[in-house]
């Protein structure tokens, strides 16, 4: 196991688009358990993707189970994770390991139904909510060459522009 | 070595006043950090870090002919720069009632005694002329808790008071 790097923006491997995992090998575990080790290496961190340490593979870890009062699936393996419904939009304060040192407000689904991998190679479906859903959904994005940075709002407006 | 001064533009607002003071800056190798701006009424007024290696004199006179155009107050001070000394704020309070005087003051001085930090703060007056209604939202660190600022407001009962924990996710 490794702390690996984690790289920043404007890093360009940040921006690109990864790809899905095909094989479920004992290189994929240690990619999974060098995530998490980089993961909980840094501040507060809750979710890391792959792309952060600069492999382009489908692969986040999610864990939002130290935060206290928070419906949760534990440590999660995701691979290959797809969202295949939202429901609801909550904004939310973000902040990310590649963007060190800002803080935004991010809308994301308040419910979501996600289906994704285990380490195995086993199809797994999940009900999440609130903190652990915008927790997976800021990952996911990082699979699709996403940062929050790219879906800031204003704290201050509006989830929608009322319509007249 | 930065050299970081910070610039207070206060005057009418009117469109067209960020893009002139930020190229006359730049034209001039002022690189800015941190800034501000809000209409607060019907008047523009912005706060800008401004890293600039001359005095504050020299400052000044880059930015006064510009100010003088806009009818803007111009202002400069030297600060230490720190940026990436943000602190995360924990804590989000919302209050509201009919305006009167001394909201602002009874409030605040409660949240301080109980551990408030305020790292941001607008207000508003809302409402109609007849009936005007004062809105305040802070963000801010509580570091004795969100209970305590919630007691330390508690006996303002003309006001309605929110305080809500600031989750941030970080991924």
Redesign the interface.
């Known amino acids: 196991m490794a702390i690996l790097d984690v790289l920043t923006y404007p890093d360009p491997l940040l921006k690109q688009v990864a790809a899905p995992v095909t094989e479920f090998d004992s290189s994929l575990a240690r990619l999974a358990e060098d995530l998490e080790q980089t993961m909980r290496a840094g501040p507060g961190g809750v979710g890391i993707a792959a792309p952060q340490v600069g492999v382009l593979l489908r692969v986040v870890i999610v864990d939002v189970s130290s935060r206290p009062g928070i419906p949760n699936h534990g440590r999660l393996v995701l691979v290959n994770p797809e969202i295949q419904r939202w429901k609801g939009m909550v904004k939310g304060r973000e902040g990310c390991l590649s963007v060190p040192d800002f803080i935004g407000t991010v809308i994301r689904a308040e419910h979501i139904t996600l289906q994704a991998q285990d380490i195995h190679g086993g199809t797994q479906q999940y009900q999440m909510q609130g903190y652990e859903a915008r927790a997976v959904q800021h990952e996911v994005d990082h699979l699709d060459g996403l940062l929050f940075l790219d879906r800031l709002v204003s704290r201050h407006h509006d989830l929608k522009p009322r319509q007249s | 070595m930065a050299h970081w001064q910070m610039l207070t533009l206060v005057g009418k607002d009117q469109p067209g006043i960020v893009a002139a003071v930020s190229a006359v800056l730049y034209k001039n190798n002022a690189n800015l950090g941190e800034a501000a701006m809000q209409r607060l009424g019907a008047n523009f007024t912005i706060m800008m870090m401004v890293d600039y290696a001359g005095s504050a004199e020299d400052l000044l006179s880059i930015v006064t002919p510009v100010a003088a155009r806009f009818g803007l107050k111009e202002h400069v001070d030297v600060i230490e720069g720190r940026l990436?000394a943000?602190l995360?704020?924990d804590v989000s309070i919302s209050l509201y009632g009919a305006d009167r005087a001394g909201i602002v003051a009874s409030a605040t001085e409660r949240l301080a005694q109980a551990g408030l930090h305020i790292l941001a703060l607008?207000t508003d007056v809302a409402g109609t002329e007849e009936k005007p209604v004062f809105v305040m939202?802070i963000s801010g660190h509580a570091a004795q808790g969100v209970e305590a600022l919630r007691e330390a407001v508690d006996d303002l009962d003309d006001l309605e008071i929110h305080i809500d924990p600031?989750?941030?996710?970080?991924?």
Not at chain 2, 166 to 171: K, N
């Open positions: 990436h943000h995360q704020a607008h939202e600031l989750q941030t996710m970080i991924g």
